[in-house]
């Protein structure tokens, strides 16, 4: 009987407390993913590329070629999205005078990123999301500032992706804030960028996650002849100096190397844009980028902000910064004809659930611990209400110590868990929940009782 007593209290346990939490998609974002079209992402592609050159050093007083008319352009539909908002979006060309600088900048030049803010709706709420493009582009030679230049794919699907998430998220409201960003300077040495997160962190924004867009619409089979049309890749960095304020030997001892700021982001924006968006793969490379290049997410990572980079999973190297010509029956330039605007889509659609998963959800909870004052093979945590947000409950995110994503999750509207796994064995984090499901991102405890 005993015996009988003790299998029917450990199948409650299975069954009652640990039964894992399936994930739900929220009908209001999936409805949103499916308002993104790939004609009208075509349509900015096609405007971006018939300013002839977007270069930062060329021309801001042209009415129709140019950086200046190309920000003007991007400006104007950003308002033209507003006026659906009730006033929560607003946009600007946020301007700084960039002096020469003896590199890749020759004069004197005013230095505009086209910034519109979707204000959430929650006054309690300082978080921020931003997804970022970089409107201006480069011939074979990044001083040239006259000679055509499409920029197609680098990086007029960037501000295209960004445009489109303006469009259709701007109808709806969010308790926290979204930034959509096209940014000038990016190939004369990431200068936007620079300027805006400096700024962030001069003015202490609350800055949770930056998705930056980079070269992600192109569908042309490079020298590895392998197509693009299924998956894209997130680059990510492991940690950096500033990011999880952990001593380095608690990293080392703990084996946190790989649950970085940057890292986290990545592995939650895998797991929810393969929810939203069918057909798309959504590949994780543990770098900060590719070998010799760059990218407009890199100055918020120096700064300790958490931010990824999307780029297409195969580069054609004869498309990007490269002079339009024919060479021996090989077209090269960065040219519409040799962008996949579903792809584009696809790749747009994953940036948009994500950023509305983001801003839906409550902040992350706060004083996440594990027990760690005595030997035991169990995991106990406890944790404390986010600051922000309206929060049904919370999930307990679990993986194998060599597994890249997390594998369970069992869900609690308490403040505390205990489970029947080892805390030696796996990595946990909890994440808040909202009445809509929609999962902040994870916190991965600190030892309590050491
Ligand atoms: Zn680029």
């Known amino acids: 009987m005993k015996k009988f007593g003790l299998s029917i209290f450990s199948l409650c346990i299975s069954v009652c407390l640990f039964s894992q939490a399936s994930p739900t998609k929220d009908p209001q974002i999936e409805k949103m993913v499916k308002e993104v079209s790939a004609d009208s992402l075509r349509s900015y592609v096609n405007k971006l590329v018939s300013f002839g050159t977007r270069n930062t050093l060329s021309t801001q007083t042209d009415p129709k070629r140019g950086i200046g008319a190309a920000r003007l352009w991007v400006l104007g539909r950003f308002r033209e999205f507003a006026r659906g908002s009730d006033g929560r979006l607003t946009a600007i060309i946020d301007t700084t005078t960039y002096k020469k600088d003896g590199r890749r900048v020759d004069r004197d030049i005013l230095l505009g990123n086209v910034v519109a803010t979707l204000k959430g709706t929650d006054p309690n709420d300082s978080r921020i999301f931003i997804i970022s493009g970089h409107l201006d582009n480069m011939r074979t030679n990044v001083m040239d500032s006259t000679g055509d230049a499409p920029g197609a794919n680098d990086d007029a699907s960037g501000t295209a992706a960004v445009m489109e998430c303006a469009r259709v998220m701007s109808k709806y ?19 936007g960028s620079n300027y805006m997160a400096e700024k962030a962190k001069k003015e202490n924004w609350n800055i949770e996650a930056v998705l ?48 970085g700021k940057a890292r986290q982001l990545a592995r939650y924006v895998k797991e929810i844009g393969e929810r939203y968006v069918k057909g798309l793969k959504i590949v994780m490379v543990y770098r900060n980028d590719r070998f010799l290049r760059g990218g407009d997410h890199l100055p918020y990572v120096q700064r300790g902000f958490a931010a990824v ?15 339009v010509r024919m060479e021996n029956g090989v077209q090269y330039g960065d040219l519409p004809e040799f962008m996949d605007f579903e792809y584009l889509r696809k790749n747009t659609c994953m940036n948009l659930c994500n950023l509305a998963n983001l801003a839906k959800a409550p902040a992350m909870p706060q004083d996440v611990k ?13 944790w404390n209400a986010p600051k922000a947000g309206k929060t049904k409950g919370y999930n307990v995110l679990m993986r194998e110590t060599t597994s890249p994503v997390w594998q369970k999750r069992f869900y609690t509207s308490e403040l505390k868990m205990d489970l029947p796994y080892s805390k030696d064995n796996y990595f946990f984090a909890v994440q808040s929940v909202s009445e809509n499901g929609n999962e902040g991102l994870p916190v991965l405890p600190t030892p309590a009782g050491r």
Do not use: C, W
Request: without cysteine; proline residues 1%; charged residues 25%.
């Open 173 to 191: 409201s969010f308790p926290a804030t979204v930034i959509f960003v096209a940014v000038s300077g990016e190939e004369q040495g990431l200068l």
């Open 212 to 259: 930056n867009n980079d070269i992600m619409g192109g569908n042309n089979k490079n020298e590895t002849n392998k197509n693009n049309t299924n998956e894209v890749r997130v680059f990510s960095e492991s940690l950096s100096l500033l990011d999880t304020g952990r001593a380095e030997t608690t990293i080392r001892n703990l084996g946190l190397e790989n649950d």
């Open 309 to 323: 980079r999307f780029t297409d999973m195969n580069e054609n190297y004869n498309h990007q910064h490269q002079d």
């Open 370 to 382: 594990v027990d760690t004052k005595k030997l035991t093979n169990l995991t106990n945590l406890t």
